[in-house]
Nanobody, 124 residues
Framework: QVQLEESGGGLVQAGDSLRLSCVAS????????VGWFRQVPGKERESVAI??????DYADSVKDRFTISRDNDQKTAYLQMNSLKPEDTGVYYC???????????????????WGQGTQVTVSS
């Protein structure tokens, strides 16, 4: 089973940037789809950015501001977050799974391997 460790969260002001990192334990990392999800109190966990077999899917709310990337040699996924807004506040999780379908899977319930999460707080 893949173990994932996120880092890079913090408390920032609106308009600032953060880069989240997610290091995987598995050498087969390059074969997996990687996603970033976030969760806020009272809301269901939602997809933010997903790299699905090279196809990138962003939530409308983060499009043009966030960028997902990966370095397979380093077994690391990244989420570059620019122009942060207070509504971006939440716990951010990276996740991985085998991309067994051609269409991206956004439902977090269908992702099996998760990091512990890192808190991102954006103040006005």
């Amino acid at each position: 089973q893949v173990q994932l460790e996120e880092s890079g969260g913090g408390l920032v002001q609106a308009g600032d940037s953060l880069r989240l990192s997610c290091v995987a334990s598995e050498r087969g990392f390059k074969s997996y789809a990687v996603g970033w999800f976030r969760q806020v109190p009272g809301k269901e966990r939602e997809s933010v950015a997903i790299d699905w077999r090279g196809h990138i899917d962003y939530a409308d709310s983060v499009k043009d501001r966030f960028t997902i990337s990966r370095d397979n040699d380093q077994k690391t996924a990244y989420l570059q977050m620019n122009s942060l807004k207070p509504e971006d506040t939440g716990v951010y999780y990276c996740a991985a799974r085998t991309p067994t379908t051609s269409s991206v899977v956004k439902d977090p319930g269908r992702w099996a391997w998760w990091g512990q999460g890192t808190q991102v707080t954006v103040s006005s």
